[in-house]
């Protein structure tokens, strides 16, 4: 063989095992612990995988909530899977889970008067929000109780069938469950209903638009 053309298919030998060293290396590089991609919205991180009451659930969309111009809360939104669809966001059959980190600090009490004004925005009737009135009133207390929401707090909400909506602040449980399904989805409504807290969350958390 010519000098030329062995060197040629040499390096053509030399290419093909150096490209599958690559692929191999890529793969188990995605593979790897720790490497899943994630969510960043204003300096939050959002993994893409949570598991709530043992069930795995995806990130559907994250955003950021705005009152005036300043920035409130980073929130995200997971879901069995991924949908564009309120009713099926929203729906009690399996886990849930909202989540939120304060950017600014804020009052608890006035927080938790914007969780009551948003439940009473997105209801149907006077009647159904009634029904709810006791739940509200419980949720705005738990809030209130801490003084002041910080930047840099995290909390979430957890739906788990047969158990309720578990508020968590910073980790900690606070008080029991909030057992009707109907509050859950009451609660969800004040960032995916009619006349949500945010337009531009609302589409971050359907994923239809970043923030």
């Given at each position: 063989m010519p000098y030329l053309?062995?060197?040629?298919?040499f390096n053509r030998r030399r290419a093909l095992r150096l490209g599958a060293a690559a692929l191999l290396l890529g793969c188990a590089l995605g593979a790897a612990p720790g490497r899943a991609h994630a969510a960043t919205v204003a300096g939050v991180q959002f993994p893409d995988k949570v598991t709530v009451a043992g069930h795995p659930l995806v990130l559907n969309g994250a955003g950021v909530r705005y009152k005036a111009v300043f920035k409130v809360y980073a929130a995200?939104?997971?879901?069995p899977a991924k949908s564009t669809a309120v009713d099926e966001l929203i729906a009690t059959s399996t886990p849930r889970r909202f989540v939120f980190t304060m950017l600014r600090d804020i009052?608890?009490?006035?927080?938790?008067?914007?969780?009551?004004?948003?439940?009473?925005?997105?209801?149907?009737?006077?009647?159904?929000?009634?029904?709810?009135?006791?739940?509200?009133?419980?949720?705005?207390?738990?809030?209130?109780?801490?003084?002041?929401?910080?930047?840099g707090d995290e909390c979430q909400l957890d739906w788990i069938?047969?158990?309720?909506?578990?508020?968590?602040i910073q980790g900690q449980k606070a008080g029991a469950p909030f057992p009707e399904a109907a509050f859950f989805q009451a609660l969800m409504?004040?960032?995916?209903?009619?006349?949500?807290?945010d337009w531009q969350l609302k589409d971050a958390l359907l994923g239809k638009a970043g923030n």
């Open positions: 053309a062995y060197s040629d298919a995200a939104l997971y879901v009052e608890s009490d006035e927080f938790g008067k914007m969780f009551s004004r948003g439940i009473e925005d997105n209801m149907t009737s006077r009647a159904e929000f009634s029904k709810l009135v006791p739940g509200i009133l419980r949720m705005s207390q738990l809030f209130s109780e801490r003084k002041v929401l910080r930047a069938p047969g158990t309720g909506t578990i508020l968590t409504r004040i960032w995916l209903g009619n006349k949500p807290a």
